[in-house]
């Protein structure tokens, strides 16, 4: 039995054309992940394939094309790791940042309260030891502007309440931000164990 032999040039000729083939189809795979990366989009083996106009299998039995989308992959991965990682941080410092001015306003609605209360024990002391010397126009004086600082007061002693519950929940906030970090960067270091 006879095999027919093909002439060199020919089998040469067929093997330059199939190179040709797979360097323009590797050219299409690079323009392709570079346009994913400029549109910011997914990066995954059938958004290059679409992208490129070549199959599947050609971009798994290429190794040079395997190489180049595993490589956008990781690279788009990690830039979505540290995006993330970023928009937690800033996340956190908002919360931070929250709890701090809440706590401060605390602190200042404290010693203003204090202050009032201690204002209002003077003022309650000079009309006890002064009712007899008082003329009733300055006893009358004196009622209303100690009616004005009871109020005000109670106006921050409300305030106070209320800060005091919202450096509350802003600590609660900031505890789970904390827990949130926790968790990425448990995942960032191992990202096998993420479920």
């Not at 070549?54 to 540290?82: E, G, I, W």
Request: hydrophobic residues 40%; aromatic residues 2%; without cysteine.
């Amino acid at each position: 039995m006879k095999t027919a032999t093909v002439p060199a040039s020919r089998t040469a000729g067929a093997q330059a054309a199939r190179r040709r083939k797979t360097e323009t189809a590797l050219q299409r795979v690079h323009l392709a992940i570079t346009r994913l990366r400029r549109e910011k989009a997914q990066v995954s083996v059938a958004a290059v394939a679409r992208r490129a106009d070549v199959s599947r299998t050609f971009l798994y039995d290429n190794h040079q094309a395997r190489a180049a989308v595993a490589t956008a992959m990781a690279q788009a991965d990690k830039r979505r790791s540290q995006m993330l990682a970023e928009q937690d941080d800033q996340r956190e410092a908002s919360w931070r940042e929250r709890a701090l001015n809440a706590e401060n306003a605390l602190n200042a609605a404290q010693a203003e309260i204090i202050a009032q209360r201690t204002r209002i024990g003077e003022l309650l002391g000079q009309v006890r030891d002064l009712q007899a010397e008082w003329t009733e126009e300055a006893i009358q004086r004196i009622t209303t502007e100690n009616t004005t600082l009871k109020q005000r007061v109670r106006q921050l002693t409300a305030d106070n309440r209320t800060l005091e519950e919202r450096l509350k929940a802003a600590r609660s906030n900031l505890r789970f931000q904390d827990r949130r970090v926790a968790d990425l960067e448990v995942r960032l270091a191992d990202p096998g164990a993420a479920t």
